[in-house]
């Protein structure tokens, strides 16, 4: 039996889509249960908030699961990541009120839910930076003079457009990756290597 956690959020879809594409049966999934088994099949799905997740896999209670590479860049959590999946892929931005970087010397507030992804994104810019932590609504920072910047997940960039905000610069790729607790690993080899078949099969991860 090999246990897997999903998250819930923008990246469990994504999950769902990968695993059914490797044919997992998932007719009976029910997003509200936070523990289920799939029929006929050696796995149980526990359903997880993304912050949670990590935790539950480095500590062996779910052998792996699915969680954004945004969060584990923000936890540095010590688990492998054998796959990241296509589907569900965003972008870590930093975000103003116009278009310009900031002048060097100046000094910046950055608002932001990953502070310490965030300072290390941006330790070497020629500006002198201040982290404003808020666990949502970053957006609104820059537009309420809470913060200069903010540095956030840009999807589509719908929410920057209805707010009339601009992304100033791409940081970095975000991508749901599936990560492997390192002790289940090397206890169910056989059954983690054959779910990254099935997934590699279905073209449903990829570099």
């Keep these: 039996m090999i246990r897997l956690a999903l998250p819930k959020g923008r990246n469990l879809e994504p999950a769902l889509v990968a695993l059914r594409a490797a ?6 999934f029910e997003p509200r249960r936070l523990r289920q088994s799939l029929p006929g099949e050696r796995v149980e799905l526990l359903l997880l908030k993304d912050w949670d997740l990590p935790l539950y896999v480095e500590h062996g209670i779910a052998d792996g699961g699915f969680v954004g590479s945004d969060v584990l860049e923000e936890l540095g959590t010590d688990l492998l990541v054998p796959a990241r999946l296509r589907d569900g892929r965003s972008r870590f931005s930093l975000i103003g009120r116009d278009s310009r970087m900031p ?13 310490r992804f965030t300072q290390r994104l941006l330790a070497h810019r020629p500006w002198g930076i201040e982290i404003v932590r808020l666990s949502g609504s970053v957006e609104l920072a820059p537009l309420l003079d809470l913060a200069e910047l903010a540095v956030d997940i840009v999807q589509t960039g719908q929410t920057l457009r209805d707010h009339d905000l601009h992304e100033v610069e791409i940081l970095a790729p975000v991508a749901p990756c599936l990560v492997v607790n390192r002790a289940s690993f090397q206890r169910l080899r056989t059954e983690v290597n054959e779910l990254i078949d099935r997934l590699e099969r279905a073209e449903a991860v990829g570099p």
């Design 103 to 115: 002048a060097p010397g100046d000094q910046i507030r950055v608002a932001t839910k990953y502070p």
């Design 23 to 28: 044919d997992l049966p998932l007719d009976s």
